[in-house]
């Protein structure tokens, strides 16, 4: 190991009890091989990093309590103390990493370049127990905007002078400051911003804020719902508690718990007592303020993408549930195209038929006169879907088919995900992605699902990056929702469909 590698690990484990491990973790092909040491002095001594591997360390130390294997375990409950507080940052600059953490007022003791993001960590002036530091370092994450899957008990991170395999990148030191900070400064930050925030308990969850977003018509409320920046708060307070009392017609109680849980999102928030505050005054004396006409307005506006019925009003056709049979996604669901689906769609709605000038109709948004897809292209479409047997065509109509269909199972879709892709709201590769994890969703589940991005690149005949792009994207949108979950130890990764 590298001199600065020595450095940063006996930052973190020198005078380590003897009593404790330290693990190091190697992964590779899927599988990982655990190594722990009793000592600093050992690991140094014996652990040659493997440059073909990707290669971890617990930040924790780890007890001798085994695990059902009757190996030494890495799980949660057996991580006993630490020496720093860690963030985890991935896909923004440098520089933005340097803004988010300015809050804390003090320089971090490393930055670390893992090959694909950032690692900050604070070194502590002493050894502290690995539950009392993760009771603040959630927090402090969710402040800064880090990634929250890492601030865990059990969390491995990569090591510095080791090769990120996921782009054959240096993981490196960039920035030491040799510094230690008691753990009691980063506590009293964390019980600062408590006293801040109100005490009452927001009983809104964050998957139900979401779901209206998705759900709504207005493309300036739906944006506003994901967060807003300072100077714009005002501005969405008025449209928020307007379309939250006229348009969904709530309870002032609800409404105001809603908009509470929506201040959580802003950057910086408000504090709760300011929101409550202005959302009395507009609701007590209720504003009109839904219109496009007002000032703030116009950074949120998109009129093009808009299904307000002052804008734009929906395409037309009957909100029936489509139901897919599920012997599309039997075989070659690769091959068929999210267009495809969408006139799968249609035609299952129009149980009787439609002629080409017909579709051509349903298709068409009526105030602005657009089109989804040209002539040739829709013409292109259909007779894919003949020639591969899922739609029939009888004179000029051309009709879904249900042979052998009956007694099969299906998946059941909403029109609004056909909206969605026709308005251009979404791509239609983003349109098919959500239509295969239905097919995974049960409603009794609350529409939460399992599959990894391996087993739906798989099904979708594409790499697991795209697949990856494709959920941030509509996880950006507020139609998908990422949940994490630890068992034994280790980050699991489940999905809320929220259209």
């Given at each position: 190991?590298?001199f600065s590698?020595?450095e940063?690990?006996?930052?973190?484990?020198?005078?380590?009890d003897?009593?404790?491990?330290?693990?190091?973790?190697?992964?590779?092909?899927?599988?990982n091989?655990?190594y722990?040491?009793?000592s600093?002095?050992?690991?140094?001594?014996?652990y040659k990093?493997?440059?073909?591997?990707?290669?971890?360390f617990?930040?924790s130390?780890?007890?001798?309590?085994?695990?059902?294997k009757g190996?030494?375990?890495?799980?949660?409950?057996?991580?006993?103390d630490?020496k720093a507080?860690?963030f985890?940052?991935?896909?923004?600059?440098?520089?933005?990493v340097k803004?988010?953490i300015?809050?804390?007022n003090i320089k971090?003791s490393y930055?670390?370049?893992s090959?694909?993001?950032?690692?900050?960590y604070?070194?502590?002036?002493?050894?502290?127990?690995?539950?009392k530091?993760?009771k603040?370092l959630?927090?402090?994450?969710?402040k800064?905007g880090?990634?929250m899957r890492?601030?865990?008990?059990?969390?491995?991170?990569r090591l510095p002078?080791?090769v990120?395999?996921?782009n054959d990148?240096?993981?490196?030191?960039?920035?030491?400051?040799?510094?230690?900070?008691?753990?009691?400064?980063?506590?009293k930050?964390?019980e600062?911003d408590?006293e801040q925030l109100t005490?009452?308990v927001?009983?809104?969850?964050?998957?139900e804020?979401?779901?209206i977003?998705?759900?709504?018509?207005s493309?300036?409320?739906?944006?506003?719902?994901?967060?807003v920046k300072?100077g714009e708060?005002?501005?969405a307070?008025?449209?928020l508690?307007n379309?939250?009392r006229d348009?969904?017609?709530l309870?002032k109680?609800?409404?105001?718990?809603?908009?509470q849980?929506w201040?959580k999102?802003?950057k910086p928030m408000?504090f709760?007592?300011?929101?409550?505050?202005?959302?009395?005054?507009?609701w007590?004396?209720?504003?009109?303020?839904?219109?496009?006409?007002?000032?703030g307005?116009?950074?949120f506006?998109k009129k093009?993408?808009?299904?307000s019925?002052?804008i734009q009003?929906?395409?037309?056709?009957?909100?029936?549930?489509i139901?897919f049979d599920t012997?599309i996604?039997?075989k070659d669901?690769?091959?068929?195209t999210?267009?495809?689906?969408v006139?799968?769609g249609l035609?299952?709605?129009f149980?009787?038929?439609l002629t080409?000038?017909?579709?051509?109709?349903k298709?068409?948004?009526?105030?602005?006169?657009k089109?989804f897809?040209?002539d040739?292209?829709?013409?292109?479409?259909?007779?894919?879907?003949?020639?591969?047997k899922l739609?029939?065509q009888c004179g000029?109509?051309y009709i879904?088919?249900?042979?052998?269909?009956?007694?099969?199972a299906?998946?059941m879709?909403?029109?609004?995900?056909?909206?969605?892709?026709?308005?251009?709201m979404i791509t239609q590769?983003e349109?098919?992605?959500l239509?295969?994890?239905?097919?995974y969703?049960?409603?009794e589940d609350?529409?939460i699902?399992?599959?990894?991005?391996v087993?739906?690149?798989?099904e979708?005949?594409?790499?697991?990056?795209?697949?990856s792009k494709?959920?941030s994207n509509?996880?950006?949108k507020n139609y998908l929702?990422k949940?994490y979950?630890?068992?034994?130890?280790?980050d699991?990764?489940?999905?809320?469909?929220l259209?």
């Amino acid at each position: 190991m590298d001199f600065s590698t020595r450095e940063f690990l006996e930052s973190l484990f020198d005078y380590l009890d003897s009593k404790f491990l330290i693990e190091i973790r190697e992964l590779y092909n899927n599988s990982n091989k655990n190594y722990f040491y009793k000592s600093l002095d050992e690991l140094l001594e014996l652990y040659k990093p493997d440059l073909e591997k990707h290669c971890y360390f617990g930040i924790s130390s780890r007890g001798h309590k085994k695990n059902t294997k009757g190996k030494t375990s890495g799980e949660n409950s057996n991580c006993v103390d630490v020496k720093a507080l860690w963030f985890d940052f991935d896909y923004i600059t440098l520089d933005e990493v340097k803004d988010r953490i300015k809050v804390f007022n003090i320089k971090p003791s490393y930055i670390i370049s893992s090959g694909n993001g950032y690692h900050v960590y604070y070194i502590l002036e002493e050894r502290i127990e690995t539950e009392k530091v993760v009771k603040i370092l959630r927090p402090l994450t969710k402040k800064i905007g880090a990634d929250m899957r890492v601030a865990t008990h059990s969390k491995i991170l990569r090591l510095p002078g080791t090769v990120n395999k996921k782009n054959d990148s240096w993981c490196e030191i960039i920035e030491i400051n040799r510094v230690e900070y008691p753990f009691e400064y980063f506590e009293k930050m964390v019980e600062a911003d408590e006293e801040q925030l109100t005490e009452k308990v927001i009983k809104i969850s964050n998957a139900e804020l979401s779901k209206i977003a998705s759900r709504c018509q207005s493309y300036c409320i739906s944006k506003m719902l994901s967060g807003v920046k300072k100077g714009e708060r005002n501005t969405a307070t008025l449209r928020l508690t307007n379309y939250f009392r006229d348009i969904l017609k709530l309870e002032k109680s609800k409404a105001l718990d809603l908009l509470q849980q929506w201040n959580k999102k802003n950057k910086p928030m408000e504090f709760p007592k300011e929101v409550e505050k202005n959302f009395n005054s507009i609701w007590d004396k209720e504003y009109k303020f839904l219109g496009c006409e007002f000032d703030g307005v116009e950074k949120f506006c998109k009129k093009d993408k808009c299904f307000s019925p002052i804008i734009q009003p929906k395409l037309e056709f009957e909100n029936i549930p489509i139901k897919f049979d599920t012997k599309i996604f039997e075989k070659d669901y690769e091959k068929l195209t999210g267009y495809e689906l969408v006139f799968l769609g249609l035609l299952q709605i129009f149980p009787d038929g439609l002629t080409f000038e017909e579709l051509k109709d349903k298709c068409t948004t009526k105030k602005t006169g657009k089109v989804f897809l040209h002539d040739q292209t829709r013409k292109r479409v259909l007779e894919d879907l003949l020639d591969k047997k899922l739609i029939e065509q009888c004179g000029e109509l051309y009709i879904y088919s249900r042979k052998g269909q009956y007694n099969r199972a299906y998946v059941m879709i909403s029109p609004s995900l056909l909206r969605l892709v026709m308005h251009k709201m979404i791509t239609q590769a983003e349109f098919k992605l959500l239509v295969l994890m239905k097919k995974y969703a049960r409603k009794e589940d609350d529409y939460i699902i399992f599959p990894t991005e391996v087993t739906l690149a798989k099904e979708l005949g594409i790499t697991q990056s795209v697949v990856s792009k494709h959920i941030s994207n509509l996880e950006g949108k507020n139609y998908l929702e990422k949940m994490y979950y630890v068992k034994r130890g280790y980050d699991f990764l489940k999905y809320r469909i929220l259209v």
